[in-house]
């Protein structure tokens, strides 16, 4: 269920009673013109009725947060506009509010509370307001993953009327991080401290926890097309994560695509002290060794690979190195296998055309 449709269920629970706008100018003391349905829970109505009490003797203060709920659970309801008019004609109406909101909190029923801040902001516009939606809706976030779009939406509408406020750029890169998106979390949080948002300890370690990731990131893209740049980005993380297997294959992975063979197996052999069962590690071991002309050993790398992954991409590599080393059979017994694996593979295809032609 989208967040909109769970707030109009909230709406099920307010009873709209129509007012003929004459009564409503008396109740009120301001010039209403139209006739309008005021919303009120319908929990204080029953409240009210089991005390023996008259309805008509309901405190005008249950009008006036239903009217705040309403227009923070559907911002185009028909008399949001009337009912904004009625809560600036009171001057204890956001007190009030507030109260209410404070409350929702302190029984952890964050959602009402949300709700009650979102219409209160349409009352009172402040940067403090907006500070406490957007702390109760990245709250709300982190409980229930269906409020991601409703953060982003909130932070997008607060960047239009408070273009420099700090915490909406701080918040902004929680939400991408949290989604994975860190290239993204760093400039949102470096847009942060930019603006003045304070640069505490914990916001310093986020911003280099981001950092590492995204050159880890980077690093790992260029190990192909610029490894001797994604090497500038790596090695320096191992300090940070020198548990982390993957960082040093990736290193391992540049060093080979520099021709530095002995670096490469280095740290593939740093990798596979960390974890032993990774298959990639173990062929790269392999591609390095038949890079050195060792075929014999590369030939042992790439077997225990193969058998731990049937990988066509593998078996085409042993193939290569059965034949480097001249054992012909072992190479055709493979081929046969990688035929069967993947007989469209253009690399198989290339090697049986190879065969036909000795």
């Known amino acids: 269920m989208g967040i909109q449709s769970r707030f109009s269920d909230k709406l099920a629970n307010i009873l709209f009673l129509e007012v003929n706008n004459k009564k409503l100018s008396n109740i009120f003391n301001m010039n209403i013109e139209d006739n309008v349905y005021m919303p009120i829970k319908a929990q204080d109505i029953i409240d009210k009725v089991k005390s023996g009490q008259n309805v008509d003797s309901i405190p005008v203060v249950y009008f006036l947060e239903a009217m705040c709920f309403v227009m923070g659970a559907d911002d185009n309801f028909k008399f949001n506009h009337i009912y904004k008019s009625i809560l600036l004609n009171f001057d204890d109406v956001i007190n009030l509010i507030k109260g209410k909101i404070y409350k929702a909190v302190e029984n952890n029923n964050y959602e009402d509370a949300y709700i009650l801040l979102k219409g209160l902001v349409q009352v009172e516009e402040t940067e403090e307001n907006y500070n406490k939606l957007i702390i109760l809706v990245d709250k709300l976030r982190t409980l229930d993953n269906a409020y991601v779009e409703e953060e982003r939406s909130i932070l997008d509408r607060i960047k239009e009327i408070f273009e420099a406020l ?20 760093l400039f949102a949080l470096n847009n942060y401290i930019s603006r003045g948002g304070e640069e505490n300890a914990d916001i310093t370690d986020l911003k280099l926890s981001l950092k590492n990731i995204v050159d880890y990131e980077k690093g790992k893209n260029l190990s192909y097309e610029d490894p001797a740049q994604a090497l500038k980005l790596l090695v320096p993380l191992i300090s940070e994560f020198n548990d982390d297997a993957v960082l040093y294959y990736h290193i391992a992975v540049c060093y080979r695509n520099l021709a530095i063979h002995e670096k490469a197996i280095y740290y593939l052999n740093e990798a596979l002290s960390i ?11 392999g591609i390095n060794y038949a890079s050195m002309g060792d075929f014999d050993k590369a ?60």
Do not use: Q, W
């Open 166 to 185: 700090p915490s909406t750029y701080l918040y902004e890169a929680l939400l991408k991080r949290d989604e994975k998106d860190y290239e993204g979390a």
């Open 275 to 285: 974890d032993s069962a990774m298959p990639e590690v173990v062929n790269e071991l």
């Open 299 to 358: 030939i042992i790398y790439l077997r225990r690979a193969f058998e731990a992954t049937k990988s066509v991409e593998i078996c085409t590599n042993l193939i290569m190195c059965y034949l480097d080393a001249g054992k012909i059979e072992d190479a055709k017994l493979h081929l046969n296998i990688a035929k069967k694996l993947n007989p469209n593979d253009e690399v198989v295809i290339e090697i049986d055309n190879l065969f036909k032609d000795m």
